[in-house]
């Protein structure tokens, strides 16, 4: 039963990382997805280095919560740090997607929210997509992708991570997540589309926006 869930796990991951691939996200190997089952205490993450067109779900990295492999035979994605502290802080999270995905990282490069200017992007982030403050230089030599995964959990812990399912790592690229793997990859496929949009919208109108407050929030 435990193999028959962790398998089906892999290939939940697997499916997740291509679906950022056929999305035009990721260039090379520069991006990762994630899940959990919290049944087992296992996250699943794409390997680090293994191009995707050779990905197979026996490649699918298996760790504890701690982020220590338990099994496959490769290194887990060096943003695992990141994806452990994310799933230890907020259980209602099922997948994790990390991506270099050219707008939302030109935002997160210039470590500027992305504006709520429309509807589109109020229905799934409910308001402005945040960013980390700045790493210090001692969290960025000591185990910088924890810290980035400790400074993410910040922000989301003032906003909520169902409101917001993505955050912009400044100077870096967005990380976001949902229920489950799918879920993730679907919120950074839309963080991508909103991303272009805003960048557009701003070009046409530089002071546009935002959207009014009313149509920003949750619905009760
Ligand atoms: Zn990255």
Redesign the pocket.
């Known amino acids: 039963m435990t193999t028959m869930r962790l398998q089906k796990l892999r290939e939940e991951v697997l499916e997740a990382n291509l679906e950022l691939v056929r999305r035009g996200l990721v260039l090379y190997t520069?991006g990762n997805a994630s899940g959990i089952s919290r049944e087992n205490g296992r996250i699943a993450i794409k390997p680090s280095g293994v191009p995707y067109e050779n990905l197979k779900p026996e490649h699918i990295v298996l760790t504890d919560l701690e982020g220590r492999v338990v099994e496959g035979d490769l290194r887990p994605s060096s943003?695992l740090p990141t994806h452990v502290e994310l799933y230890r802080h907020f259980p209602g999270i099922g997948g994790i997607s990390?991506t270099?995905s050219e707008f939302a990282t030109a935002w997160a490069q210039a470590a500027l929210p992305i504006p709520c200017l429309g509807t589109t992007h109020a229905d799934y982030f409910h308001g402005p997509v945040p960013v980390t403050p700045a790493l210090t230089e001692t969290e960025i030599a000591d185990d910088y992708e924890r810290n980035t995964g400790l400074a993410i959990c910040r922000v989301v812990e003032r906003l909520g991570p169902e409101e917001v399912p993505a955050v912009l790592v400044a100077g870096?690229?967005p990380f976001c997540w949902g229920p489950s793997s799918a879920e993730a990859a679907h919120h950074a496929v839309i963080l991508e589309f909103v991303a272009r949009m805003a960048y557009h919208t701003l070009l046409i109108k530089a002071d546009a926006g935002p959207l009014a407050a009313e149509l920003q929030t949750l619905p009760p």
Do not use: G, T, V, Y
């Open positions: 520069f943003d990390h270099h870096h690229a």
